[in-house]
């Protein structure tokens, strides 16, 4: 280990410190990305989310509509 003396070794601890907690924010980030993608995508494919949507809302409305009017 090199140990710094004069003017220089403030500075050279600022910029590890400041790459260091970049580069950790860096991975939190992109963690949080790869997190919140995976939830999207369960949240578009997964079948209980899907059988309730607007769509399928009115779907169902119509046919108990349809299902009263004939009985």
């Known amino acids: 280990m090199f140990v710094f003396y004069g003017r220089f070794h403030i500075p050279c601890?600022?910029?590890?410190l400041l790459?260091?907690?970049?580069?950790?924010l860096i991975?939190?980030?992109q963690?949080?990305?790869i997190i919140l993608c995976q939830w999207f995508l369960f949240q578009c494919?997964?079948?209980n989310v899907r059988n309730h949507t607007?769509?399928?809302y009115f779907?169902?409305?119509?046919?108990?509509?349809?299902?009263i009017g004939s009985g």
């Open 59 to 67: 779907k169902d409305l119509l046919a108990t509509a349809q299902n």
């Open 31 to 33: 963690l949080l990305l």
């Open 13 to 16: 601890l600022i910029r590890l």
């Open 45 to 47: 494919f997964s079948p």
């Open 19 to 24: 790459v260091t907690v970049f580069a950790n």
């Open 54 to 56: 607007q769509l399928s």
């Open 27 to 29: 991975v939190f980030f």
